[in-house]
C-alpha cells in the first residue's frame, strides 16, 4: 500500500476511548472494524462505557461537527488520517460526557477473531444521569463521608456502584453481542 492509496474497508484499528476531565483517568481500549459507521462506533462507546443510549450524542473532528444522520452513513475509514485520527464523542448533551478518541494503527483483521473487540480499560464509567463530571465528582465526595446530609440518599441511588471497581467481563459480552450482530447473515428483503 502506498501513502495515497485508499484503506481497504476489511481493516480494523485501535481507538482508545479517554473519558475527558476524569482523575484517576477513566478509559477504555477497542479493535473495530474501519467499515463501521460513526452511529455504529457511537454502539461501542455505549457498551463499553456500560451506558444506556438514553441521550443525544455528536461526533466531532478537527474540523467539522458530524451530524447523528451524517454519522449513520459516515464510516469510520472515511476519517483516518496517517498515524492517528483524534475524535471527540459528546454524550448527553445535559451532563456533557466528552470522549477523546484515539484512533491508530489501521492493519489486516486477526483471522477467528470477531470485531468489535474489547482490549484494555480503567476505571468504572460514572453512572448516568448523575450530573456529568462535576455532579459525578460531588456524589463521590458525598459518598466518602457518612456524615454528610445527602449520604444516605445518593448511597441509595448509586447503589453497589463503586468507582475504583471497573469488571471488564459485562463489556465483553455487550461487545460480543454487537460483533454476532455484525457477523449475522442478513436476511434478505423481501417484497
Same mark, same amino acid.
Given at each position: 500500500?502506498?501513502? +495515497?492509496?485508499?484503506?481497504? #474497508?476489511? !481493516? ?9 476531565? *476524569? ?13 463501521? *459507521?460513526?452511529?455504529?462506533? =457511537?454502539?461501542?462507546? %455505549? ?6 443510549? $438514553? =441521550? !443525544?450524542? &455528536? ?10 444522520? /451524517?454519522?449513520?452513513?459516515?464510516? !469510520?475509514?472515511?476519517?483516518? /488520517? ?5 475524535? !471527540?464523542?459528546?454524550? +448527553? ?5 466528552? =470522549?477523546?478518541? *484515539?484512533? *491508530? ?20 464509567? #460514572? ?6 463530571? #462535576? ?8 459518598? $466518602?463521608?457518612? =456524615?454528610?446530609?445527602?449520604? +444516605?440518599?445518593? @448511597?441509595?441511588?448509586?447503589? +453497589? ?7 471488564? %467481563?459485562?463489556? @465483553? ?7 454476532? /450482530?455484525? &457477523?449475522?447473515? @442478513? ?5
Amino acid at each position: 500500500m502506498t501513502a +495515497d492509496a485508499p484503506l481497504p #474497508p476489511e !481493516l480494523i484499528a485501535t481507538v482508545r476511548i479517554d473519558l475527558l476531565d *476524569t482523575e484517576p483517568p477513566i478509559w477504555r481500549e477497542v479493535e473495530v472494524p474501519v467499515a463501521m *459507521t460513526l452511529k455504529q462506533v =457511537h454502539g461501542v462507546i %455505549q457498551a463499553v462505557m456500560e451506558w444506556q443510549d $438514553a =441521550h !443525544l450524542w &455528536s461526533f466531532a473532528s478537527d474540523s467539522e461537527e458530524i451530524s447523528q444522520s /451524517r454519522a449513520a452513513k459516515l464510516p !469510520l475509514l472515511d476519517l483516518l /488520517r496517517p498515524r492517528k485520527t483524534k475524535l !471527540l464523542y459528546t454524550y +448527553d448533551f445535559g451532563d456533557c460526557w466528552e =470522549h477523546q478518541l *484515539t484512533v *491508530t494503527r489501521p492493519r489486516p483483521p486477526q483471522m477467528g477473531v470477531a470485531y468489535p473487540r474489547y482490549v484494555a480499560g480503567e476505571g468504572a464509567a #460514572p453512572p448516568e444521569d448523575c450530573g456529568g463530571i #462535576p455532579g459525578f465528582y460531588a456524589q463521590l465526595d458525598i459518598l $466518602a463521608d457518612p =456524615h454528610h446530609p445527602d449520604y +444516605d440518599e445518593i @448511597k441509595e441511588w448509586l447503589g +453497589d456502584y463503586d468507582p475504583g471497581v471497573f469488571d471488564e %467481563q459485562p463489556v @465483553k459480552q455487550r461487545l460480543a453481542r454487537i460483533a454476532a /450482530r455484525r &457477523s449475522a447473515p @442478513k436476511k434478505a428483503k423481501t417484497r
